[in-house]
């Protein structure tokens, strides 16, 4: 058994004021953490302030995105050693809108990962498929895909500290979650993937949900067999409702 995972990605949302009264109320969430790990990923410009304020409290901090290199002529952007400064906890690494919007390749997201986990940051790997590739029966062979793509470069000893986060394209952002039955079967398959590849090294692995989670679902999925915690996107940025949906979750161990 182990504590639910629950993590919230802001995406490009929120300002000072605004992020300071959210992480006010967060701060408040003494149910909704029972048993769980929330981890919160601001904008870049704002992990200073978000760190100021979870400092002694159980909230990690996280990050949306990492260069794919160690240092250099990379104007704009932010390295692992860069996070590490910040007591950064967890990358997410994938996300459907960085792989659509900004052409990250499977090779990117492998030497994210690979500096990550020398870093000591947990790489928070994000797979899903299309709409299309789901009306066309290809939702399992594009999710196995994306994992095999990765982990033939990172390799299983690096991929056994990756966390996978299970987001159908359709789903995010559009209101529209997988239905209890679709998500536990996928995640149910990757569990299934790797366990063939090796059940002992991957059997702590955690897999979470992302799509649309509410508190109108959260209670459903997250007792799912294979469903070990959410990444929330637009539920996350109103006190209201991501406590709603970490407290769906409270005292359940996954
Ligand atoms: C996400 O940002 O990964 C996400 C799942 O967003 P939403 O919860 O808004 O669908």
Same mark, same amino acid.
């Given at each position: 058994m182990k504590d639910k995972l629950i993590i919230?990605?802001? $995406?490009?949302n929120g300002g000072v004021v605004a992020n300071s009264k959210l992480l006010i109320a967060i701060l408040k969430l003494k149910k909704a953490l029972i048993n769980s790990e929330i981890v919160i990923c601001p904008p870049h410009i704002y992990m200073h302030q978000v760190k100021e304020y979870i400092v002694g409290s159980r909230i990690k901090l996280g990050t /949306?995105?990492?260069n794919a290199n160690k240092s250099g002529a990379y104007t704009g952007e932010i390295s692992v050693g860069m996070l590490k400064d910040f007591n950064c906890d967890y990358a997410l690494v994938g996300h459907?809108?960085?792989? %659509?919007l900004f052409n990250e390749t499977d090779k990117d997201l492998a030497n994210k990962i690979l500096l990550l986990v /020398? +870093?000591?940051?947990?790489p928070v790997?994000?797979?899903?498929?299309s709409l299309a590739q789901r009306e066309n029966g290809e939702a399992?062979? %594009?999710i196995i895909k994306q994992l095999e793509a990765v982990i033939n470069i990172v +390799?299983? $000893?690096c991929f056994k500290s990756v966390v996978i986060a299970y987001e159908p394209i359709w789903a995010i952002g559009t209101g529209k979650t997988a239905s209890i039955a679709q998500a536990q079967a996928m995640h149910k398959a990757i569990r299934e993937y790797l366990t063939r590849?090796?059940?002992k090294l991957f059997r702590r692995t955690s897999v979470l949900y992302g799509g649309s989670v509410s508190e109108k679902n959260a209670s459903d999925l997250i007792k799912q067999k294979d469903i070990d915690g959410f990444l929330v996107g637009g539920a996350s940025l109103m006190a209201d409702s991501f406590e709603a949906v970490c407290s769906c979750s409270a005292g359940i161990k996954v």
């Amino acid at each position: 058994m182990k504590d639910k995972l629950i993590i919230a990605n802001w $995406k490009m949302n929120g300002g000072v004021v605004a992020n300071s009264k959210l992480l006010i109320a967060i701060l408040k969430l003494k149910k909704a953490l029972i048993n769980s790990e929330i981890v919160i990923c601001p904008p870049h410009i704002y992990m200073h302030q978000v760190k100021e304020y979870i400092v002694g409290s159980r909230i990690k901090l996280g990050t /949306q995105n990492v260069n794919a290199n160690k240092s250099g002529a990379y104007t704009g952007e932010i390295s692992v050693g860069m996070l590490k400064d910040f007591n950064c906890d967890y990358a997410l690494v994938g996300h459907s809108e960085r792989r %659509t919007l900004f052409n990250e390749t499977d090779k990117d997201l492998a030497n994210k990962i690979l500096l990550l986990v /020398q +870093g000591g940051i947990i790489p928070v790997l994000c797979i899903g498929e299309s709409l299309a590739q789901r009306e066309n029966g290809e939702a399992n062979s %594009t999710i196995i895909k994306q994992l095999e793509a990765v982990i033939n470069i990172v +390799g299983y $000893k690096c991929f056994k500290s990756v966390v996978i986060a299970y987001e159908p394209i359709w789903a995010i952002g559009t209101g529209k979650t997988a239905s209890i039955a679709q998500a536990q079967a996928m995640h149910k398959a990757i569990r299934e993937y790797l366990t063939r590849l090796d059940g002992k090294l991957f059997r702590r692995t955690s897999v979470l949900y992302g799509g649309s989670v509410s508190e109108k679902n959260a209670s459903d999925l997250i007792k799912q067999k294979d469903i070990d915690g959410f990444l929330v996107g637009g539920a996350s940025l109103m006190a209201d409702s991501f406590e709603a949906v970490c407290s769906c979750s409270a005292g359940i161990k996954v």
